[in-house]
Nanobody, 119 residues
Framework: QVQLVESGGGLVQAGGSLRLSCAASGSSFNINVMGWYRQAPGKQRELVAAITRGGSTNYVDSVKGRFTISRDNAKNTVYLQMNSLKAEDTAVYYC?????????????WGQGTQVTVSS
């Protein structure tokens, strides 16, 4: 099993910044792709950003140039630096991790952290 602990959400004014963190634990697992999803009320969950173990990243178009995903492989932690926040970024943000152990692989989800941007 892999446990994910998220932190860093909150309330911020438009134009402000927040940094989300997600720490994965599970000593027998290799942590592969790490990412952040978000789900706004009445909308489907969408991928915001993802990063491979080697550092390759991808972003949804709406956050390019404003959000930066990074990770610390030694700590199995992924970060999402969110700058120039907009009201439409308001959502519950979920950490997602693809992990493997031998031939077994699985995706794990964090509990979610609320990000609210006031306009």
């Amino acid at each position: 099993q892999v446990q994910l602990v998220e932190s860093g959400g909150g309330l911020v004014q438009a134009g402000g910044s927040l940094r989300l963190s997600c720490a994965a634990s599970g000593s027998s697992f290799n942590i592969n792709v790490m990412g952040w999803y978000r789900q706004a009320p009445g909308k489907q969950r969408e991928l915001v950003a993802a990063i491979t173990r080697g550092g390759s990243t991808n972003y949804v178009d709406s956050v390019k140039g404003r959000f930066t995903i990074s990770r610390d492989n030694a700590k199995n932690t992924v970060y999402l630096q969110m700058n120039s926040l907009k009201a439409e970024d308001t959502a519950v943000y979920y950490c997602n991790v693809a992990a493997s152990s031998g031939s077994y692989s699985c995706n794990y989800w964090g509990q979610g952290t609320q990000v609210t941007v006031s306009s």
